[in-house]
């Protein structure tokens, strides 16, 4: 059985940082491409960043330069650095550790 946990959000100042992490089992997490996602209210869900199996990540615009995408494969734990959040950064967010597979969400508010 699949289980996917994502943890770690909550609630942030403006130029806070917050880390992540997506906890994976059930899925052969070394051969998987995982991507971190997010959806604010009224809005779509919108891709953050992906990292291959060997380890090659790709960003969104958005994000570029302040999260850091990154994986344990020994630990099956994906992570997100996030740093110098923006309260448009406010959102539930969500991993996609293998297709079709995602975490019930972790809500991150960056407010003051």
């Known amino acids: 059985q699949v289980q996917v946990v994502e943890s770690g959000g909550g609630l942030v100042q403006p130029g806070g940082s917050l880390r992540l992490s997506c906890a994976a089992s059930?899925?052969?997490?070394?051969?998987?491409?995982m991507g971190w996602y997010r959806q604010a209210p009224g809005k779509q869900r919108e891709f953050l960043a992906r990292?291959?199996?060997?380890?090659?990540?790709n960003y969104a615009d958005v994000v570029k330069g302040r999260f850091t995408i990154s994986r344990d494969n020994a630990k099956m734990t994906l992570y997100l650095q996030m740093n110098n959040l923006k309260p448009e950064d406010t959102a539930v967010y969500y991993c996609?550790?293998?297709?079709?597979?995602w975490g019930q969400g972790t809500q991150v508010t960056v407010s003051n």
């Open positions: 996609n550790p293998a297709p079709g597979f």
């Open positions: 059930g899925i052969m997490f070394r051969i998987y491409s």
């Open positions: 990292i291959s199996s060997d380890g090659i990540t």
